[in-house]
């Protein structure tokens, strides 16, 4: 903090390389996840998988470290938007299943999520659309990670994406992205939506996770008795997707995806600056 405003603080280019080889094993993992949710496995089968994945490759599981939590992933189904515990519900054909995982590797940090239907074959057009333009409305937002913006621009680009669509998506306000470095929740906050909070200039160098959560109904939430799970007030479905991203002068590095960004980066004409 700065005079009581939340700053973001940068990284040289050896700790993004050391950023880089967490968020690696982060997204290996969940392609692996993603390979692997089928009918008639449980959430916490999932948990278990992933948590003999990340320290079986020489990482250990972020979220344990969140007090009062203790498993490797967040695992949401259907209605439920995010901290979804693994447990013995069974996956069904159809279901929308948002998986949050995070890792970190010699005490740096990567975070991501996944949203996915079992089976592939989404139950109605409006969930199939959900889904995929919850993810483009992530790369709208990691396009708008630019140095010498600000942290605010990143929800206004999230916002707008899925304005543009029409389809009258309710964005979470109440839950959002973070910094991301030595600890896996770091200030500032990373918005979903416009705010007049323009936030911290983005310097060369610096962070973050962003997480778009949407509905298909309101933006309003509820967390249920466990104390974690959050839910759609209206029980409508959501759909999570999340990355770590870094900037630099030269460009984006997405930390947590498997070729750091460059295919979607392409598309959407950002540049891509890895430094492997």
């Not at 889904?131 to 937002?141: F, K, Q």
């Amino acid at each position: 903090m700065i005079f009581g405003r939340p700053r973001l603080e940068t990284k040289s280019d050896d700790e993004l390389r050391a950023m880089r080889r967490a968020g690696l094993v982060v997204a290996q993992t969940l392609d692996l996840l993603a390979q692997s949710a089928r009918p008639g496995l449980t959430t916490l089968d999932l948990d278990v998988l992933a948590r003999e994945f990340i320290t079986g490759h020489g990482a250990r599981p972020s979220f344990p470290d969140v007090p009062g939590y203790r498993h490797t992933l967040c695992v949401s189904v259907d209605e439920q938007v995010v901290h979804g515990i693994p447990g013995e519900r069974v996956l069904r054909a159809g279901d929308v299943v948002s998986i949050d995982c995070g890792a970190s590797v010699d005490g740096w940090h990567g975070d991501a999520a996944i949203t996915l239907v079992v089976d592939g074959q989404a139950r109605t057009p409006q969930e199939a659309a959900l889904v995929a333009d919850t993810l483009a409305s992530l790369w709208a937002g990691v396009s708008a990670f630019a140095v010498g913006g600000h942290v605010g621009d990143l929800g206004a680009a999230v916002e707008g994406h899925l304005e543009a669509t029409g389809r009258g998506y309710g964005v979470v306000d109440e839950y959002e992205g973070h910094g991301i470095g030595r600890e896996m929740h770091m200030d500032p906050p990373v918005p979903n939506v416009r705010s007049s909070r323009r936030g911290p200039k983005v310097r060369s160098g610096a962070t973050v996770a962003i997480e778009p959560m949407v509905t298909l109904g309101t933006p309003d939430t509820l967390v249920l008795d466990d104390d974690w799970t959050v839910v759609s007030a209206d029980g409508t479905t959501a759909a999570h997707w999340e990355h770590t991203v870094a900037v630099t002068d030269a460009g984006l590095w997405v930390l947590t995806a498997l070729d750091g960004g460059k295919a979607q980066l392409s598309a959407v004409g950002a540049p891509f600056a890895p430094l492997d």
